[in-house]
């Protein structure tokens, strides 16, 4: 099992920016996806974005342009680069590892963590 710790959320103004960090701990084996989701009041968790083992990067459109994925893989660590932020981006931000380990053939997902979530919350 992976621990997935969230940090960096806070409260900023419309047009504002912060960057999300989520470190990992424990038995970071094979590779993995490496996603950011959010959930707002009264609505389901949504995607945002995510990096993959290969470093390929998508983005929700909702956020694209304005948040940037990045991991540091020494440091096991994700970022959420957050600019120009809008009041419809206040939500809790979690991440999320899906560990794939290859068989020799192809990959298979041998596991899925979750963080705790980051609170962000944007003012008008």
């Known amino acids: 099992q992976v621990h997935l710790v969230e940090s960096g959320g806070g409260s900023v103004q419309a047009g504002g920016s912060l960057r999300l960090s989520c470190a990992a701990s424990?038995?970071?084996?094979?590779?993995?996806?490496m996603y950011w989701y959010r959930q707002a009041p009264g609505k389901e968790r949504e995607f945002v974005s995510v990096i993959d083992s290969d470093g390929g990067t998508s983005y929700a459109d909702s956020v694209k342009g304005r948040f940037t994925i990045s991991q540091d893989n020494a440091k096991n660590t994700l970022y959420l680069q957050m600019n120009s932020l809008k009041p419809e981006d206040t939500a809790m931000y979690y991440c999320?590892?899906?560990?794939?380990?290859?068989?020799?053939?192809?990959?298979?997902?041998?596991?899925?963590?979750w963080g705790q979530g980051t609170q962000v919350t944007v003012s008008s």
């Open positions: 424990g038995h970071t084996f094979c590779v993995a996806d």
């Open positions: 999320k590892r899906t560990t794939k380990c290859h068989s020799g053939v192809q990959y298979y997902e041998v596991g899925t963590d």
